[in-house]
């Protein structure tokens, strides 16, 4: 069997992994699972009240739809283009676990970082819902290349706690 130049070789991993400039895109893996029959019921009321602890974040997640970290809702999202210092804008929509009700009113927001001392430029990124459910969230940029993480974060403004309604899911997406 004739072997392909390496040159051949390093092209079809471009084009496999974007690794060679071009756009980037969501990191495909492993489903999510981590809540397997889990599910937390949310008390509207409970957004109201002092907290009663600190965030607790779960693991990062492949794919574009998963569940949250305390098994609240389950989020799938869409993004515009991904190429480094180009606006992104990511279109997420959320449903309740308990009785798959859309999820109105949850002003998501996106925090957007490479690691633990680089975050994403501040572009002020808004976010409108519309249709019911679903939210737009953007402008966000990549100023590097890398594996990023972007965390939602619904109902931030809510007291933390089981049944509150605050809650937050990260998913990796890679920047070429």
């Not at 991993?13 to 489903?31: I, N």
């Not at 009663?52 to 693991?59: I, P, Q, R």
């Not at 680089?118 to 966000?140: I, K, R």
């Amino acid at each position: 069997m004739a072997r392909l130049p390496a040159r051949v070789g390093q092209l079809a991993l471009c084009a496999l992994a974007a690794a060679c400039g071009g756009t980037g895109g969501v990191v495909a893996g492993d489903p999510d699972t981590h809540c397997g029959e889990t599910v937390q019921a949310i008390d509207p009321s409970v957004c109201e009240g002092a907290d009663d602890g600190a965030d607790v974040f779960g693991d990062t997640l492949y794919n574009s739809d998963g569940q949250d970290d305390a098994c609240k809702y389950h989020l799938s999202f869409t993004n515009s283009t991904i190429e480094r210092d180009k606006d992104v804008t990511f279109t997420v929509s959320a449903w309740a676990l308990d009785g798959g009700a859309t999820v109105t009113g949850a002003t998501i927001r996106a925090d957007v970082f490479l690691d633990d001392t680089h975050a994403a430029p501040d572009t002020g990124a808004t976010t409108v819902e519309g249709p019911a459910g679903t939210y737009t969230v953007g402008p966000v940029q990549f100023d590097k290349k890398g594996r990023w993480t972007v965390r939602f974060h619904l109902f931030e403004d809510c007291a933390l706690g089981a049944s509150s309604p605050h809650g937050q899911v990260a998913f990796y997406v890679d920047v070429p």
